[in-house]
T-cell receptor, first 108, second 116 residues
């Protein structure tokens, strides 16, 4: 079993839709949780990071952590074509572990 | 915010030659940098962890004599692909870690290596 599981998609939604991206993990030692966005042929860009269970909001993005279920989510409201990218979850205990990444396409 | 640069952004070389890729943290000091490779439509694969002033720690299956890593200063790490072969063609990405508990990593823009 991988430490971090993420559905690679691809996920295609119409513009304006709410997008839900998820990761599950098995290592209860993970303390910090991050979401990165990676456009094609670019390096990943840090979007959100959270520490505790609960929600953290930043504009159209909401990161949610449920440590009891070992489950994290990233919600994108009012999705835009410019949100089309691969989204990677990442988690940190002693080291950082990445999910496989979910390819998202937002169609105009 | 924390900015990481990589140079070159792309390189094409002949089989058997060596290629050096530089990774710099521009506005912060990074005691730890990481090197990843990424094949098309796949996730990041950690190759090695580079600590300033010490030898790099390589992940299992990564040849340390082929992928030479030097972290000579708090803002610069280099990856040299020695005797490159076509199967080394990939997207190489570095990241630099902020000091502190969160261990956030900030990524460079990547270097696309094509070995002919």
């Amino acid at each position: 079993q991988k430490e971090v599981e993420q559905d690679p998609g691809p996920l295609s939604v119409p513009e304006g839709a709410i997008v839900s991206l998820n990761c599950t993990y098995s290592n209860s030692a993970f303390q910090y949780f991050m979401w990165y966005r990676q456009y094609s042929r670019k390096g990943p860009e840090l979007l959100m990071y959270t520490y505790s269970s609960g929600n953290k909001e930043d504009g159209r993005f909401t990161a949610q952590v449920d440590k009891s279920s070992k489950y994290i989510s990233l919600f994108i409201r009012d999705s835009q074509p410019s949100d089309s990218a691969t989204y990677l979850c990442a988690m940190v205990s002693n080291d950082m572990r990445f999910g496989a990444g979910t390819r998202l396409t937002v169609k105009p | 915010g924390a900015v990481v640069s990589q140079h070159p952004s792309w390189v094409i070389c002949k089989s058997g030659t060596s290629v050096k890729i530089e990774c710099r943290s521009l506005d912060f000091q990074a005691t730890t940098m990481f090197w990843y490779r990424q094949f098309p439509k796949q996730s990041l694969m950690l190759m090695a962890t580079s600590n300033e002033g010490s030898k790099a720690t390589y992940e299992q299956g990564v040849e340390k004599d082929k992928f030479l890593i030097n972290h000579a200063s708090l803002t610069l790490s280099t990856l040299t692909v020695t005797s490159a072969h076509p199967e080394d063609s990939s997207f190489y990405i570095c990241s630099a870690q902020l000091a502190g508990l969160s261990r956030e990593q900030f990524f460079g823009p990547g270097t696309r290596l094509t070995v002919l």
